[in-house]
């Protein structure tokens, strides 16, 4: 069976039969005087590349040892194929993503080829997936990535264009390229003794001298979360921030143990990194869905969770779609079915606990494919076995959205309460580890304005 992924979909590569060495396949049909050539960048879950030698293209057709292979050109039919070997087994440890494009050789754009798609299979073998892209003015375009998840490799479509080539392209990853010298420049005038400082610099400058007396404790956590952003190039990132909370009667331990509380501190240690009003929005669903005002700030953190469960009894139901309808209307003013893009200047970081299974399945599927087309990222995090949240695996991985908006994982009690807790910087890596990504795909899809 053929997995067919649209943009921004993902399938695991044992899921579709591909245990071994895989083969990507780019494939179009060159116009006169037109034609594209292959890259590929193996990049960090920084989403950067070690150094220029992780570029691997026609001149340089091997990286890491061997593990990825650039196989060259051939005709099929009219069309034309490039292909990339990659032996996810061989690939290194600090090595998170293969990311394949292609640039034009010669004038023109990809509007200009028709037939672009990817195809990933086997060596020797037919195609397993599949996908088939749409472009316009691009001169440079990401077809696929394959990337770690875990133990797991998995395979996204993508179809991110570039205007400016392979530069551009390649300088997104970390790469060097060297382009013809430019004409010499007037001199320039002397730099100032001190660099200019960014307000956003200031305002988190500010805020660590505002924390180091009033709150010392979440000026560590403040920290951790800054230097987990830095790797990932969103050191001074502006967005919302949302805390999405199950209440139903399930929750009841880990209210009591603290574990809610644990995770909402870390969960405004990023929200004072985002968001410079320093308040995350909180939404409670369980059967009905609630907002409490004014949300989590850093007034009165050690006790919020606990305030809200005074305020707020545990119910009997789980209604993700609920909860979901009720962030989209507070963020975009509408939460009904939606197949066009909603641009925004701002992006919303949701962050959305629960410990099993919805009672609305099929809302809360029709809501986060709606929500593709909005600039709301959802990370959800099960508390229990893994085996339990088949459902979240499943949203997760949902084909037919406009670009994946959302990532899982699973902890238990013990990784947030135990003896031997998840670090504060583990956790902070796992809450943005498709967050970056998914940041460069709604910029190029037109989801987010800056």
């Known amino acids: 069976m053929v997995h067919v992924l649209t943009p921004g979909g993902n399938v695991g590569l044992a899921q579709a039969g591909l245990t071994g060495p895989v083969v990507v396949t780019l494939t179009w049909t060159p116009a006169p005087g037109v034609d594209a050539d292959l890259s590929a960048f193996l990049t960090t879950g920084a989403g950067r590349v070690r150094s220029d030698d992780d570029f691997v293209f026609y001149n340089q057709p091997s990286g890491a040892g061997g593990a990825v292979r650039h196989l060259g050109k051939s005709a099929r039919g009219g069309a034309t194929v490039d292909q990339v070997r990659i032996d996810p087994a061989a690939l290194p440890a600090d090595v998170e993503k293969v990311v394949i494009g292609a640039s034009l050789d010669g004038p023109g754009t990809f509007g200009g080829l028709s037939g672009l798609a990817v195809e990933v299979g086997a060596e020797g073998g037919a195609a397993a997936v599949r996908c088939e892209l749409a472009a316009g003015p691009e001169t440079a375009l990401v077809f696929a990535e394959v990337y770690r998840r875990g133990t797991e490799w998995k395979v996204r479509a993508v179809g991110q264009g570039f205007t400016t080539g392979l530069a551009g392209m390649a300088t997104d990853v970390g790469v060097s390229i060297d382009d013809e010298p430019a004409p010499a420049a007037p001199p320039a005038p002397p730099a100032p003794s001190t660099p200019p400082v960014s307000t956003e610099k200031r305002r988190l400058v500010d805020l660590e001298k505002r924390l180091a007396t009033s709150a010392p404790r979440m000026l560590s956590l403040v920290k951790t979360a800054g230097v987990s952003l830095e790797k990932r190039g969103l050191g001074e990132h502006t967005a919302r921030v949302a805390l999405v909370l199950d209440i139903s009667g399930s929750m009841a331990a880990l209210y009591r143990a603290g574990a809610v509380q644990r995770l909402a501190e870390r969960v405004l240690a990023l929200g004072l990194r985002f968001d410079d009003d320093g308040v995350v929005d909180v939404f409670l669903f369980g059967k009905d869905v609630h907002r409490p005002e004014p949300g989590l700030r850093l007034e009165g953190h050690q006790q919020y969770i606990a305030d809200l469960s005074r305020q707020y009894p545990l119910e009997y139901d789980t209604r993700y779609g609920a909860a979901m309808a009720a962030v989209r209307q507070a963020y975009f003013g509408d939460s009904r079915e939606r197949v066009e893009p909603q641009p925004a200047q701002v992006p919303v970081y949701v962050m959305f606990l629960t410990d099993g299974a919805p009672s609305d399945k099929s809302v809360a599927t029709r809501q986060i494919r709606s929500a593709s087309y909005e600039p709301v990222f ?66 190029a899809q037109g989801l987010l304005l800056r």
């Open 378 to 443: 959802w990370q959800f995090m099960g508390i229990g076995p893994e085996r339990q949240f088949s459902y979240l695996q499943r949203l997760d991985d949902l084909e037919g959205r406009y670009t994946d908006n959302a990532d899982f994982f699973a902890v238990d009690q013990d990784d947030l309460m135990g003896r031997r807790p998840i670090s504060d910087d583990a956790l902070f890596d796992r809450l943005m580890t498709e967050y970056p990504d998914w940041l460069r795909r709604a910029r």
